[in-house]
């Protein structure tokens, strides 16, 4: 009997070619986080004040996503590198998950390289491992989720059951779009021939713990007039309410990387092919999924990204059991196809060229700046002008609080227009002895606006001064703080110094209160 050695084994393991594609992902992105083009990201510094604010819920998102990201401040600190050490993890895993969804459908190593790279590859992918927000958590859920779906499929049991709770219901506390994923497997479980399924107690033990899981998400909004669903509200109504079904469909492609096409809508395909009818619920939930984004009437493309590794596998296994023999070389050829075709794309989404560069880059390539927020744009995409200019209004900001006499410098607070000038001039102002800085903007307004009810002065960043002066008797223009290559709605903001409040802070809250 021939023995291995320890390398043969690692070699010739089922988890080797996962664990290569997930290890080249997580290094990518160490690399790219090691050397920064750009600052910290506008939702980054969100999340980062957010820790300071620990809580069971958020306007805007549930809280699973802070919690950890406090313990990674304990653990490793708050560069931008350490913010970001998280996210890379969190893509890796997706990765070698996607692998493992191959392995589930019976695909070799061959079928999974071809998934895993074409999950390495996603624009989506990238973008949500390349700074700290919910999305890099978010892929990691459904990908498990989907994993479990293919256990389940093959061979259910209660054990298999319970994970899916779990994951699902943590999948809930850290992003409430997975409750697309949930109804997508409702609908699945009702179409599917095996609907005896829905007798047993598995689907319904999943459902009690992901409920149970999601329960302090639902109390909290209970108990702070359902913010989140006012946040959505407002959210479909406006941020997001010029998109179309059209914007969804077709956003797909771009969001994905168009040299994965091919290979996500065979795996579309093969979920639904008569030999794979064991699998067939994952295609209906896919499906459902994205009949659930159209009629939503406001969803961003991006939403339906997290299902893509499921269907990069199934496409893997798809090319892998093509009998025809020019058409086998498909398989053998994939993975140059992807890498020449994908590479390229890189740069759109993770931060590596210099503003210059990345300008005359996306130019070459046809790549003009986007905004799925009927945001007007400037020389750079929304993501990428959202993570300047940060340092320059802190720098402005701290020019005009040093400006105030000494007494009204002790009785000062500062107020922001929106969270990512809030955030900026609380995280990166800390070590400036910087005041207090409010906003009414998302979960600003829940942690209000001090105890401080009458402060001398008030610097205001943004807004009219025929509005600051309802509130104060005296408004006074200090400068416009401007900056190159951000968001233009952010660009030549005017900071004021407002004295003599009309009404005491507590009375004037209610009104600057903004969910969006």
């Not at 990691?140 to 994970?163: D, E, G, H, N």
């Not at 994965?260 to 939930?285: Q, Y």
Request: with cysteine; aromatic share 12%.
């Amino acid at each position: 009997m021939e023995i291995k050695s320890p390398a043969a084994r690692l070699f010739t393991s089922p988890f080797f070619i996962p664990a290569l594609f997930g290890l080249l992902k997580l290094t990518l992105h160490l690399v790219a986080n090691a050397f920064p083009a750009y600052e910290f990201f506008r939702d980054e510094l969100y999340y980062l004040v957010s820790t300071d604010h620990l809580a069971a819920g958020y306007v805007d998102h549930p809280p699973l996503s802070i919690w950890i990201l406090a313990l990674s401040r304990m653990l490793f600190g708050d560069s931008l590198f350490a913010v970001r050490l998280l996210p890379a993890v969190a893509g890796s895993a997706m990765v070698f998950i996607t692998g493992m969804m191959v392995r589930e459908l019976g695909g070799g190593r061959a079928a999974q390289a071809i998934a895993c790279a074409a999950s390495f590859l996603s624009l989506a992918g990238i973008a949500s491992s390349t700074f700290y927000s919910m999305n890099a958590w978010d892929m990691v859920f459904w990908s498990l989720a989907f994993l479990l779906l293919l256990k389940i499929a093959r061979q259910p049991s209660l054990r298999l059951w319970t994970t899916l709770g779990v994951v699902l219901g943590l999948g809930l506390l850290n992003k409430t779009g997975v409750l697309w994923l949930g109804t997508g497997i409702g609908v699945g479980l009702m179409l599917m021939p095996r609907r005896i399924e829905l007798r047993g107690r598995g689907p319904w033990i999943a459902a009690g713990i992901a409920f149970l899981l999601f329960l302090p998400y639902i109390i909290w909004n209970a108990t702070h007039e359902w913010a989140h669903l006012e946040f959505i509200r407002n959210t479909s109504a406006d941020k997001y309410g010029g998109l179309n079904p059209f914007d969804v469909l077709l956003g797909q492609v771009p969001v994905n990387n168009p040299a994965t096409l091919p290979l996500w809508l065979s795996g579309l395909v093969f979920f639904f092919l008569p030999s794979s009818r064991t699998w067939r619920i994952v295609g209906i939930v896919y499906l459902s999924v994205l009949f659930i984004l159209i009629a939503n009437g406001s969803s961003k493309p991006e939403y339906l990204a997290p299902a893509l590794p499921v269907l990069f596998a199934g496409g893997a296994i798809a090319l892998d059991r093509l009998r025809v023999r020019w058409l086998r070389v498909s398989l053998r050829t994939a993975l140059v196809v992807l890498f020449v075709a994908g590479l390229g794309l890189f740069p759109i989404v993770l931060p590596v060229l210099s503003v210059k560069s990345y300008i005359a880059y996306a130019k070459a390539i046809g790549f003009e700046p986007k905004s799925m927020e009927s945001q007007e744009l400037g020389d750079l995409p929304q993501f990428y002008a959202d993570m300047h200019g940060w340092r320059d209004l802190v720098k402005a900001v701290n020019v005009t609080y040093r400006m105030l006499p000494e007494d009204e410098q002790q009785s000062c607070i500062i107020y922001a227009q929106n969270y990512g000038q809030a955030s900026a001039i609380t995280f990166l102002g800390d070590t400036l002895g910087l005041p207090r800085v409010v906003s009414g903007h998302n979960s600003y307004f829940l942690w209000g606006p001090g105890p401080n009810e009458n402060p001398e002065a008030v610097i205001v960043v943004g807004g009219r001064k025929e509005d600051h002066e309802q509130g104060f008797e005296e408004v006074e223009l200090i400068m416009h703080y401007t900056s190159p290559h951000i968001m233009p709605y952010e660009n030549r903001k005017p900071i004021y110094v407002c004295r003599k409040l009309k009404k005491p802070l507590s009375e004037l809250w209610p009104r600057v209160k903004h969910y969006m």
